[in-house]
């Protein structure tokens, strides 16, 4: 019954939540918007592969597909860090 | 609470030693192209701002990032409630899978809700994605997604109709679409994480 009423990987699903409302205070708060924002883009990253290992269950014995998304979220993050900083520099 | 459909796969191995993806392969060869048009959604976005910046954050004001949190709140949720349902599916616990598929509906509706009257708050006021190349790109990044969503939600009342079902045609092959269409729920949710402080975060 316990089940029913809280499913499985719950203290995944409060990180999401915590880290969520982090990433948003961040975008109004006195850090230099750089900073923010760079927190901001590494926070999604991290926050995309909490879903995908414990969401969608992509283990480190699941390949190719485990590979597949860490080198997606690798270079989606790298490639706005670099933008952004680039366009501010 | 078990009611006899014996949903109790054969394949699922613990999620630390499985060495095969939850669901069919075909769905994660659709799921890999589907994120890496997205990433290159990303990367074009980001070469624009770079070379309009002011236009960019001028434009990103606009958008309530309170409506942002909000919608990102729902997806989790009802992501979440989606991991219960295949556990449920799992473990052949059919009023638990039907309560947590209805629940991630539920949670899918409030996205779908809130996105509805964010759209129509910027049409009233007169932004469309005519606007400029930020809205552009909000329009039609954040539409695509919604029309991802969109065929998400119309999965996830499917496999609630079929669970109904006492007599599931071949049940092993019932939860391969639960994990199939939990998987593509999960993208779903995954692609807003990335979109949703590319729009609404980002600050100059």
Known sequence: MRNLIWPPEALIWITLLGVTLLSWALTESTLAPQVAATAVILIAAFKIRLVFVHFMELGRSVQPWRRIFEVWIGLVTLVILLGYWFGHR | ?204
């Open chain 2, 1 to 204: 609470m078990a009611q006899g459909l014996s949903l109790v796969s054969q394949r699922p191995a613990a999620k630390a030693t499985r060495t095969e993806p939850a669901g069919d392969g075909g769905v994660w060869v659709f799921i890999t192209a589907d994120i890496c048009m997205f990433g290159l959604f990303f990367t074009i976005f980001t070469w624009d701002r770079s070379h309009n910046i002011s236009l960019f954050e001028q434009s990103r004001r606009l958008l309530d990032p309170n409506i942002g949190l909000l919608n990102t709140i729902f997806l989790l949720t009802s992501s979440w409630f989606m991991v219960g349902a295949v556990h449920a599916a799992r473990s052949g616990r059919r009023r638990a899978l039907l309560a947590f598929l209805s629940l991630a509906m539920l949670a899918g509706s409030g996205f779908a809700v809130s996105k509805i009257i964010e759209y129509s708050h910027k049409l009233q006021a007169g932004i469309s994605m005519l606007t400029n190349s930020f809205f552009m790109y909000y329009f039609i990044f954040t539409g695509i997604h919604y029309l991802h969503f969109l065929i998400g939600m119309v999965v996830l009342g499917i496999l609630w109709s079929m669970g109904r079902r006492s007599n599931l045609p071949s049940e092993p092959r019932y939860l391969l679409w639960v994990e199939s269409g939990a998987c593509y729920w999960h993208m779903v949710d995954l692609l807003w994480l990335m979109l949703f402080p590319l729009l609404y975060l980002l600050r100059q």
